[in-house]
């Protein structure tokens, strides 16, 4: 089992920077590919960011390709996610998930997720 706790969001004016972190329990952090995924109201969940285990691959969705950087610290048990450049498109909440399995942009391959951040952009 593995816990996953989100934390960093807040309101930020277009064009500003936040920095996600997300911390898992568990002595197998490495054994997992991690994801950061969004909703925003009245949508459907969206892949953002993934991963591997090792931190030494990972996939972005195009919408925040060049903006978004994930990145993962296994001595601490715990993934990041930099935003920058961020727009009032980027608002929605922001969960992390860890993936047992090969990593994956579909939220139907994590198996573990956090209860979620809220980032608001500001025009």
């Known amino acids: 089992q593995v816990q996953l706790v989100e934390s960093g969001g807040g309101l930020v004016q277009a064009g500003g920077s936040l920095r996600l972190s997300c911390a898992a329990s568990g002595r197998t952090f490495s054994y997992y590919a991690m994801g950061w995924f969004r909703q925003a109201p009245g949508k459907e969940r969206d892949f953002v960011a993934s991963i591997s285990g090792s931190g030494g691959r990972t996939v972005y969705a195009d919408s925040v390709k060049g903006r978004f950087t994930i990145s993962r610290d296994n001595a601490k048990n715990t993934v990041y996610l930099e935003m920058n450049s961020l727009k009032p498109e980027d608002t929605a909440v922001y969960y992390c998930?860890?993936?047992?399995?090969?990593?994956?942009?579909?939220?139907?391959?994590?198996?573990?997720w956090g209860q979620g951040t809220q980032v608001t952009v500001s025009s």
């Open positions: 998930a860890a993936d047992r399995g090969l990593m994956t942009t579909s939220s139907y391959g994590y198996d573990y």
